[in-house]
């Protein structure tokens, strides 16, 4: 690409010419037909604005409060795994992004710099991501860690009793790299002449017996306010609101664990309503432009997190590639908001977007 990338999407054209095949797909697959995967993208665009005209809109607030703490706009980093992948400079180069972005960073549990790292590179508030490993003790080990170095919350990822079908990763026998964070703990070098080595390694540490009542487990273990990411239904928000978390995050991993399951912009809503306002609703999957930060915000998330495109922008142009992408995200959010009338981010509602459920009521 010639010029300068002028919207996120266009990120992941250079991302695929500066990666190697196995590390873009990686990144970039699904899980079997990659149905989910395509869908998170495209069910926004079946939501469709309701904008008011003749509203001052000369001033724009995008700040918002999670957790306490406020960043700049309501667009958070997800965890995702492996950054040196993508470029030499890993997590650090994200984390220096986010924080000059004045956003949250989600560290995940597969990091390929240490937690010390990423906490020591910059100032930053940061939260933590965490599977739960069958040797609790290693999780819990990394979670305290995560706790002595400043991080501000837990986010337990609960979708992954064992790793999604990724075709392309089994096609290319995908690599299992040594991750720092567990120097010491254990050995992630796996030895399998068949598919890929990553979720042999994967299948052979989650820990499938994970289950609500280890919600307890984890609280015995840290201080820090603990979010679930991977929450789908209003039936796992509400158990999630009673065995007392902080907060929610809608998401069905990328469209790389169980495929077939909505679009999570589409069940969204409903997960909004069953919890009530009682604690604080997260969005993740398939946001490219600040048009979809809008609609997960009018049908109720507090933030959402991007996942693929921070990497895309970490693989083009390193730290700065992951800045530009928040920032396009950013800037593209705050015209959204101005064509629709919205001066804060408070101000955006479910007025403001109708959804493929609201055009069928209209007609009955």
Same mark, same amino acid.
């Given at each position: 690409?010639?010029?300068?990338? &002028? !919207? +996120?999407?266009?990120?992941?054209?250079?991302?695929?010419?500066?990666?190697?095949?196995?590390?873009?797909?990686?990144?970039?697959?699904?899980?079997?037909?990659?149905?989910?995967?395509?869908?998170?993208?495209?069910?926004?665009?079946?939501?469709?604005?309701?904008?008011? +005209?003749?509203?001052?809109?000369?001033?724009?607030?995008?700040?918002?409060?999670?957790?306490?703490?406020?960043?700049?706009?309501?667009?958070?980093?997800?965890?995702?795994?492996?950054?040196?992948?993508?470029?030499?400079?890993?997590?650090?180069?994200?984390?220096?992004?986010?924080?000059?972005?004045?956003?949250?960073?989600?560290?995940?549990?597969?990091?390929?710099?240490?937690?010390?790292?990423?906490?020591?590179?910059? !100032?930053?508030?940061?939260?933590?991501?965490?599977?739960?490993?069958?040797?609790?003790?290693?999780?819990?080990?990394? +979670?305290?860690?995560?706790?002595?170095?400043?991080?501000?919350?837990?986010?337990?990822?609960?979708?992954?009793?064992?790793?999604?079908?990724?075709?392309?990763?089994?096609?290319?026998?995908?690599?299992?790299?040594?991750?720092?964070?567990?120097?010491?703990?254990?050995?992630?070098?796996?030895?399998?002449?068949?598919?890929?080595?990553?979720?042999?390694?994967?299948?052979?540490?989650?820990?499938?017996?994970?289950?609500?009542?280890?919600?307890?487990?984890?609280?015995?273990?840290?201080?820090?306010?603990?979010?679930?990411?991977?929450?789908?239904?209003?039936?796992?928000?509400?158990?999630?609101?009673? &065995?007392?978390?902080?907060?929610?995050? &809608?998401?069905?991993?990328?469209?790389?664990?169980?495929?077939?399951?909505?679009?999570?912009?589409?069940?969204?809503?409903?997960?909004?309503?069953?919890?009530?306002?009682?604690?604080?609703?997260?969005?993740?999957?398939?946001?490219?432009?600040?048009?979809? +930060?809008?609609?997960?915000?009018?049908?109720?998330?507090?933030?959402?997190?991007?996942?693929?495109?921070?990497?895309?922008?970490?693989?083009?142009?390193?730290?700065?590639?992951?800045?530009?992408?928040?920032?396009?995200?950013?800037?593209?959010?705050?015209?959204?908001?101005?064509?629709?009338?919205?001066?804060?981010?408070?101000?955006?509602?479910?007025?403001?977007?109708?959804?493929?459920?609201?055009?069928?009521?209209?007609?009955?």
């Amino acid at each position: 690409m010639a010029t300068e990338p &002028v !919207n +996120v999407s266009e990120f992941q054209e250079l991302a695929k010419q500066a990666l190697p095949k196995m590390f873009y797909d990686f990144y970039s697959g699904g899980a079997e037909d990659q149905y989910t995967l395509r869908e998170n993208i495209e069910a926004f665009s079946r939501i469709m604005f309701q904008p008011r +005209v003749l509203v001052d809109v000369s001033c724009i607030n995008l700040s918002t409060t999670i957790l306490g703490y406020k960043i700049s706009s309501p667009i958070m980093v997800a965890p995702t795994g492996m950054h040196k992948l993508a470029h030499p400079e890993g997590e650090v180069a994200t984390a220096r992004a986010a924080a000059a972005c004045k956003t949250i960073m989600v560290l995940s549990f597969s990091s390929t710099c240490t937690v010390e790292e990423v906490a020591s590179s910059c !100032n930053a508030i940061r939260f933590f991501q965490v599977y739960v490993h069958r040797r609790r003790d290693i999780s819990a080990v990394l +979670v305290q860690r995560a706790e002595r170095c400043g991080y501000k919350a837990i986010v337990l990822t609960a979708d992954t009793p064992r790793l999604g079908r990724r075709e392309a990763d089994i096609k290319n026998k995908m690599i299992s790299p040594q991750l720092k964070n567990f120097e010491g703990l254990l050995s992630t070098e796996v030895v399998s002449e068949k598919g890929s080595k990553l979720a042999a390694f994967a299948n052979g540490a989650l820990d499938p017996s994970l289950s609500w009542k280890d919600i307890a487990w984890l609280k015995s273990i840290t201080n820090l306010p603990i979010l679930i990411k991977g929450v789908l239904t209003a039936e796992d928000a509400v158990k999630a609101v009673e &065995v007392g978390v902080a907060g929610i995050i &809608v998401s069905n991993h990328g469209g790389r664990q169980l495929d077939y399951v909505p679009a999570t912009i589409s069940v969204l809503e409903e997960v909004v309503q069953a919890v009530g306002g009682r604690i604080p609703v997260l969005f993740d999957g398939g946001i490219r432009r600040g048009t979809d +930060v809008f609609k997960a915000l009018a049908l109720g998330a507090q933030a959402v997190l991007i996942g693929r495109p921070v990497i895309f922008g970490l693989a083009a142009k390193g730290e700065y590639g992951v800045r530009r992408v928040i920032e396009m995200l950013r800037d593209e959010l705050e015209l959204t908001m101005t064509l629709c009338g919205c001066r804060s981010v408070k101000e955006i509602t479910r007025s403001y977007v109708q959804t493929e459920r609201d055009s069928l009521r209209s007609l009955l």
